[in-house]
């Protein structure tokens, strides 16, 4: 007996209340999501969401970097522009993104679409929002395979052996501080943050003597970017 091969894509229907005034329709059609975070945006590929616009930081994963149309930056996006792609979800960041286009984002778009924005300052946070985020995309079940395979990998939060300073920002210098994500995972593999926890703000400014004198740290360790 000859088979066809059926692709299952996740639906849903509209004109029906869900959560934060999202409606289902009378028809079926993939949820369309923009996303404004990079880290996110991934997420979601890996996911196999329907990502119908991104921001032009969302370099990965590069198929999707060339095909999903970009809407800006992660501080500059383009209200217009996102709205012209009706997105039943947008994700932001409440530090990566611009609090003023996320208000107005949520002031523009329609009843039945909803602005999701994360806050993560913890590894288990992330976790913890990995899993909301694949209740909101209908994708529970993998969001949960994935953050469970990530949580086996990591383990448990490994003994301090070493001090680093992260910066995140130059001129003026900026590092990270003890309330953000970076610090937890540093101190998750057991590298521990040189910069001082009094220091005023999640990312304190240093000047250029303050970082020399930051003799504890064995190392600095550098983003990509900037």
Request: glycine share 6%.
């Amino acid at each position: 007996m000859a088979c066809a091969n059926v692709t299952h894509t996740h639906h849903r229907k509209t004109n029906v209340p869900l959560v934060h005034g999202a409606k289902l329709a009378n028809y079926l059609r993939p949820m369309r999501v923009v996303s404004l975070v990079p880290s996110w945006t991934e997420f979601l590929h890996d996911l196999s969401v329907d990502v119908v616009g991104q921001t032009k930081f969302c370099v990965r994963p590069p198929e999707a970097f060339r095909r999903v149309p970009r809407v800006g930056g992660t501080k500059t996006a383009d209200v217009e522009a996102i709205l012209a792609l009706k997105p039943d979800l947008v994700v932001a960041n409440l530090e990566e993104n611009d609090r003023e286009q996320v208000e107005a984002l949520q002031e523009a778009l329609p009843s039945s679409a909803e602005v999701w924005v994360s806050d993560v300052r913890t590894v288990r946070q992330a976790w913890q929002s990995m899993e909301e985020l694949g209740q909101r995309v209908e994708r529970s079940h993998e969001a949960q395979r994935m953050t469970l395979a990530i949580q086996e990998n990591w383990g448990e939060p490994k003994p301090l052996v070493a001090e680093a300073g992260y910066a995140v920002w130059r001129a003026p210098w900026m590092v990270a501080g003890h309330d953000t994500f970076i610090h937890d995972v540093m101190r998750w593999w057991g590298i521990g943050n040189a910069v001082a926890p009094d220091l005023p703000g999640r990312y304190p400014t240093l000047a250029q003597e303050d970082v020399h004198g930051l003799r504890s740290a064995d190392t600095w360790l550098l983003p990509s970017e900037p």
